[in-house]
DNA sequence: TTGTGAAACTAACCTATGTAAATAGAGTAA
DNA sequence: TTACTCTATTTACATAGGTTAGTTTCACAA
């Protein structure tokens, strides 16, 4: 149920069977079902549990005063919503589905429990909370300095590596659910910019991306042309010092 | 020492004599002095300690390869730089001074202390983390969806109410040490762009800014020219439910 | 008081990306 | 099949903001 987030953890420090058990407890506890293109929860809303994505693609979102929409950040299996949210009285932004979701909500119990059975779980899931917010700013800068092939280049890797992280991605490429006006909502391009700019990097056989699906064809050549270091992303095993026994 | 950073975790709960005791306690074991624009710690440098900015303004930010910067947030009195940071192995940007700054280090085990003193100086702390998210989110909607004018705007707005709730401004304005070049760094313009902006924003009576000191004319407007909305900063004593006896 | 370097400002020109409006496919319910 | 609705694509044209290469102003050290 939770094999993403245990696997995307993972990447930090080595879970222990009990670990990885206590986290497929919380994320099976109450799960529910959302379709594609609803609001999960809404700018206002008081948040009132973490959520955990189990399957789907969702996104933050937010809207200016003037109906221009920005989505700043994707939720891919095996993301979670900010850890400490309940503190907040009210979102300030909304949550939506892409494709079909499926949500495990952990009560602040729960994640009370779950931070308790072991220190390693503890800091695995701050350790995730970090990489969140790492990812946050990287899209600050793709934003302020990029291009739109850059841009576009920037945001496939990171969702490859992000869903590769999770065991969620092939040799080929990943899943891409995401139409190509949610891709200009996310960029902060056109829709007519965002198509003229998949056209040409699928001319310069960079990438496809067709049927929700995105196909690299190069990598690494995707990765210079993105200027993207993964370092953001500290998928290198940061606390493997923290590996101890059961 | 750590006023600012009192006055602001008290936008979201009162602290009592003893929490404020603690926190200046902690704000002020180990400060060091930091000279104008330079780096106080750098991508790739382990990060070892929690800091506390005491005084002066200093800055996130992150080159690209080919040189290109951008500052992806600012810090000012009272700011601290992420609660767990010490979780990760290296740090993927680097953090600089604007001004000559007053940096105070809290380690770790000063950190657990801390926050072991109360629920409520904890919770301030999650919140304040919380807050900072939201910040980075704001910015990137700013780089994604205004114009020039709007999200000078938006970060005027912003630089403004953050130092006010840290009891950092007048009613006129506040301080603001920043370059026009490192404007263009944080909004993703260029400097000539910076400069044309703010003299239509000058010559429009909204703002000036001048001897590292902003004057706003007329809050509202520029409020509402930024389509600035302050539920981000989440202001309104979220955690009242928390103000216990002492 | 002059000299120096950083910061602010200007002007001319250029281009990446936006806008508007229409067409073409693709998927699906009836 | 038809009809309907998203989504992708195209074209023509407009513009915000970038680039280059200056000049001016200002703080302040000598």
């Not at 850890?83 to 949500?103: A, P, Q, R, W």
């Not at 999770?166 to 198509?195: K, M, W, Y």
């Amino acid at each position: 149920m939770s094999q993403a987030l245990i696997r995307k953890l993972q990447n930090f420090v080595k879970l222990s069977a009990t670990d990885q058990r206590a986290l497929e407890r919380a994320g099976s506890e109450r799960v529910r079902r959302i379709g594609p293109h609803e609001d999960i929860i809404r700018e206002g809303d008081k948040p009132s549990s973490v959520m955990l994505i189990v399957d789907g693609w969702a996104c933050r979102y937010k809207y200016l005063e003037d109906g221009r929409r920005q989505i700043v950040g994707f939720f891919v299996p095996g993301d979670i919503c900010d850890l400490n949210i309940f503190l907040l009285k009210e979102m300030d932004h909304s949550i939506g589905s892409l494709t079909e979701v499926l949500i495990a909500d952990i009560s602040r119990e729960s994640l009370e429990t779950l931070m308790g059975v072991s220190q390693r779980i503890a800091q695995a899931l701050w350790w995730d909370s970090l990489v969140s917010l790492a990812i946050q700013r990287e899209w600050t800068i793709n934003l302020g300095q990029r291009d739109a092939v850059e841009r576009m280049s920037h945001l496939f890797c990171e969702m490859f590596l992000r869903q590769q992280s999770a065991g969620r991605a092939q040799i080929s490429g990943c899943e891409f659910p995401v139409t190509q006006a949610e891709l200009g909502d996310a960029t902060g391009l056109s829709t007519v910019h965002v198509n003229r700019t998949l056209q040409q990097m699928r001319s310069a056989e960079m990438i496809t991306l067709h049927n929700k699906r995105l196909v690299i064809h190069d990598l690494d050549a995707l990765m210079r042309q993105a200027m993207f270091n993964p370092n953001y992303l500290h998928l290198g095993r940061d606390g493997a010092h923290l590996d101890a026994n059961d």
